[in-house]
């Protein structure tokens, strides 16, 4: 009794909590890349104030809020919410896809608060073999939006980013007590969103390695916005998947604790 309480608890909590670090490693940064002055989404010179705390710290709290009512309104609707970020992604994904087949060799430009600039080319060399082997080997970096840290990326900072796009099945997996089937519908959902979601990655690394040269993907994380055919949509998705991303954590928490709640683990 006391394990299952701690574990319910503990893992309550750790989703409360991830909930803020999605909002500004996520949504934050994709308000600043974008609207914010020298933003992809404005004109030079214009925009929001960007990368500064205390306009961060405004920005994640107005986002937080509204994940926060929608959350204190229910599951139903958290749901709708859910089938529009769904078809908002699922387009952006399509359009990241059928923008690598036609898009031509360019040119692309630095983000704004990236000084790494010296005597570099940031290409997007279109379908090459030549692209491709240059990047097949691991070859760590420093990144740039954190020049403080100090020293070059290693296979775990890298791990730990992949490791959180392979964790939101677990979303799903947190309110299934909503399910009208759920001893059926938690094993078939999750190997298929595992399936989907294996299948993606890898046609995203393959053609991101044959096109996109090595510069171009370590000092431009935002790189997919101007190789797309129709650049806002990748904005777009980004913002809504990590906006989901808080979403689906805070609301898989209450669903923990009301669980818990159900089966007494309290007691009386």
């Not at 890298?158 to 959180?164: A, L, M, P």
């Not at 677990?170 to 299948?199: F, Q, Y």
């Not at 390695?209 to 790189?223: D, H, K, S, V």
């Not at 916005?225 to 989901?244: D, E, K, R, Y």
């Amino acid at each position: 009794l006391s394990l299952s309480l701690s574990l319910s608890l503990s893992l309550s909590l750790s989703l409360s909590l991830s909930c803020g670090f999605y909002l500004p490693k996520g949504v934050v940064e994709v308000i600043d890349t974008n609207i914010g002055v020298g933003g992809t989404l404005v004109k030079s010179g214009q925009g929001i104030p960007a990368f500064q705390y205390w306009y961060d710290f405004l920005y994640g709290t107005v986002v937080l809020l509204f994940v926060l009512i929608v959350c204190l309104v229910g599951a139903k609707l958290f749901a709708k919410t859910t089938t529009v970020t769904f078809v908002i992604v699922l387009i952006a994904i399509a359009s990241a896809m059928f923008s690598f087949g036609f898009v031509s060799e360019r040119t692309i430009s630095f983000p704004p608060h990236n000084q790494n600039t010296n005597n570099i080319t940031l290409v997007y060399t279109s379908w090459s073999w030549q692209t491709f082997k240059n990047n097949i080997e691991s070859n760590y970096s420093v990144d740039f939006t954190d020049p403080s840290n100090g020293g070059n990326q290693d296979f775990k900072s890298v791990f730990s980013i992949f490791f959180t796009g392979c964790i939101g099945i677990m979303g799903g997996v947190n309110i299934s007590g909503d399910l009208k089937n759920p001893s059926r519908a938690i094993p078939e959902g999750t190997i298929l969103a595992l399936g989907i979601t294996l299948t993606l990655y890898l046609m995203m690394f393959t053609f991101t390695a044959f096109t996109c040269g090595r510069n171009l993907l370590i000092n431009n994380y935002n790189f997919l916005f101007q190789i797309n055919a129709v650049g806002p949509i990748i904005s777009v998705g980004v913002f809504v998947i990590t906006l989901s991303a808080s979403l689906a954590n805070l609301i898989g928490a209450t669903k923990i604790l009301h669980a818990v709640a159900k089966d007494k683990l309290f007691g009386n």
